[in-house]
């Protein structure tokens, strides 16, 4: 388990000026999670996530891993805690002078050089690329490198691995291949995992919990689900909409564009699903039900930590009173409605 | 053969002292250079750990060595060689001679070699320093095992640059009675007028500095995947 408590770095550029580039940030990770930390550029979260390793030493705070206080140990101790600690980053940060097996074999040490050779060969086929023990890291494509990352910061069966921006200079099919491996990993071997990242689809895509920071703070934690379906704080519905087609509609009203032109006694809302199961045939039966045209503008559901999220925009066409009634019976399904637009009641 | 002697007619009639110069300058590079590689790579080591943001940053030490480095690499070599000579008598017993000449060479290309070293190592990748910190390497492995290793090739070229560099210190050492390839020109070729002493000397230095340039490429290329 990782824990931070109250946590504080900053950084002096110079003599009147000082960043916080973390600020009083409190954190828990359990073992066996995979846990987001998502910010914009500059929010902070990679000062943080080198605070776990003490690769940035906190001004103040508590940095524990296993109920380990971090902060305490000696250099020794610290070398030694580090090695299962894994890390990943960005730039694959591959020694460029060593093959793919010295740089795998890199933290392996009081080993024979057959019990290197094979705990290389095991790693590499762990990440997949069992063929490439002999090249270079400038004969690998981004992909290959960021998997010989891997292999290396697993090399001393570590409880942690700490990835840094690891997908942020991959293409979208490489970085989907990367975190499915990262997400075997977790499964196959039940290592913690901590990303990074400015992109929410990362974190969609793999975590189960995740953390929203911004300007050296924590300001939203919490299941990745709640935090897609029902942000609370500005920053993380912008982060939220990047992910979302559901937005455009605003671009489309802006544009003006005849697509959502509304006759009068219209109605147009967004719905959004809150609650986790959304099986039921909402549309139709409040359709039928109510007696409204119900006609779906836009439609957004996405799979997020197993769960569906998202919603739809729709145009409500009808008796006013039946409108209302289906509004009504949505938020007694637990279902969010944001009228974006209403045309009034027919005179 | 009889042409060499009309071609070169002083230069053969001073073989054995033409010879005797190529062995002194060979063994004044070989000394001081030594002495140099092994000083130089401790201070641009030392250079680069303890610099702001370095991994063993430590700012008495690093303004220090920057000072002195400095100080060293202001003072020209003539005039290095003559202030150096008390110390040079009182470390070598002498003054002049291959022996006397190599305590100033030592001062005279240290901070030079020790500044192309720090340039060296600047140039490896942060990253991989970050990334050997985070698998648990000390600073000391850092320094061996990423610094060193991952610039060897360009380490090669700053040894390259250092010995050509220190051919003409060797030179110059010569004019203050130090013998040498230097010496053997300037009393010959300058003070004599013998001019195909002059040139064989320029041949030879020439030919020395293309195979050191060759063999350092080669080894350097050889190093850079």
Known sequence: MIELEHVVKNFHADKNNSIHAVNDVSLKINDGEIFGIIGFSGAGKSTLVRCINLLERPDSGSVKIDGVEMMNLKPRELYKARTKIGMIFQQFNLMPSRTVLQNVAYPLKNMTREQVREKVRELLALVDIPDKENAYPSELSGGQKQRVAIARALANDPNILLCDEATSALDPQTTGAILQLLKDLNKKLGITIVVITHEMEVVKNICRKAAVMHQGKIIETGDVFTIFSDPQHQITRNFVRTTSNLSKIETLINDNSPMVKLKPGELMARLVYIHADVSEPLISYASRAFDVEINIILADVEIVAGAMVGGTVVIFNGPRENINRAIEYYKSKNIRVEIIKDAGTPE | ?225
Not at chain 2, 72 to 91: D, K, Q, V, Y
Not at chain 2, 185 to 195: E, F, Q, V
């Open chain 2, 1 to 225: 053969m009889p042409e060499l002697k009309v071609l070169l007619p002083n230069l053969m009639r001073r073989l054995p002292e033409f010879w005797k110069a190529c062995g002194d300058t060979l063994l004044m590079e070989v000394w001081s250079g030594a002495i140099i590689f092994v000083f130089g790579l401790i201070f641009g080591i030392i250079l680069t750990v303890t610099k702001p943001g370095g991994i063993m940053e430590n700012r008495p030490i690093y303004q220090v060595l920057d000072k002195i480095i400095n100080l060293f690499r202001s003072i020209p070599f003539i005039i290095l060689l003559t202030a150096l000579m008390p110390l040079s008598r009182a470390i070598m017993g002498t003054a002049i001679y291959v022996r006397g000449v190599i305590v100033p060479l030592v001062f005279g290309a240290t901070p030079f070699f020790s500044r192309q070293v720090e340039s060296a190592l600047a140039q490896t990748d942060k990253g991989l320093v970050e990334a050997a910190l985070s698998m648990g390497s000390s600073p000391l492995e850092v320094i061996f095992r990423v610094y060193l290793r991952e610039s060897l090739a360009p380490i090669i070229r700053a040894v390259t640059i250092t010995i050509i560099s220190l051919l003409g210190l060797t030179a110059m050492a010569g004019a203050v009675g130090a013998g040498g390839l230097g010496d053997f020109a300037i009393r010959y070729g300058h003070d004599r007028n013998m001019i195909d002493i002059t040139w064989v000397t320029v041949i030879v230095l020439v030919l020395g500095v293309s195979v050191v340039q060759w063999l350092g490429e080669f080894l350097a290329r050889k190093n850079t995947h």
